[in-house]
């Protein structure tokens, strides 16, 4: 009842640039705040930003020196601008909404297969 597809994952090197796009759609989407989490390998997933559907925006780790998340409502999709590109920045990067129409579901995440980063010379 709701997907999120993410693209645009890749190779980049260090100091470079990649911009992440995720697409949500189905009968039960409606877009109240969406986010992007990061998950590299042996370690546990984390929180990059978040986004509202009014665009109020969260940057838990001060990530916005260098990333930027943004959305555009009417194509239902959320965006993330990533430069100056570590290594440390290489995981699968997920795409998360969060369902904010009250009823049953209130509160559920749904997330997207995820698109994988890698920064590396």
């Known amino acids: 009842q709701v997907q999120l597809v993410e693209s645009g994952g890749g190779l980049v090197q260090p100091g470079g640039s990649l911009k992440l796009s995720c697409a949500g759609s189905?009968?039960?989407?409606?877009?109240?705040?969406m986010a992007w989490y990061r998950q590299a390998p042996g370690k546990q997933r984390e929180l990059v930003a978040a986004?509202?559907?009014?665009?109020?925006?969260n940057y838990p780790g001060s990530m916005k020196d260098r990333f930027t998340i943004s959305e555009y409502k009417i194509t239902n999709t959320v965006h993330l601008q990533m430069n100056s590109l570590k290594p440390e920045d290489t995981a699968v990067y997920y795409c998360n909404d969060q369902d904010g129409e009250p009823g049953p579901n209130y509160g559920v995440n749904y997330w997207g297969k995820g698109t994988l980063v890698t920064v590396s010379s």
């Open positions: 189905g009968t039960n989407f409606k877009f109240y705040s």
């Open positions: 986004i509202s559907s009014r665009n109020y925006t």
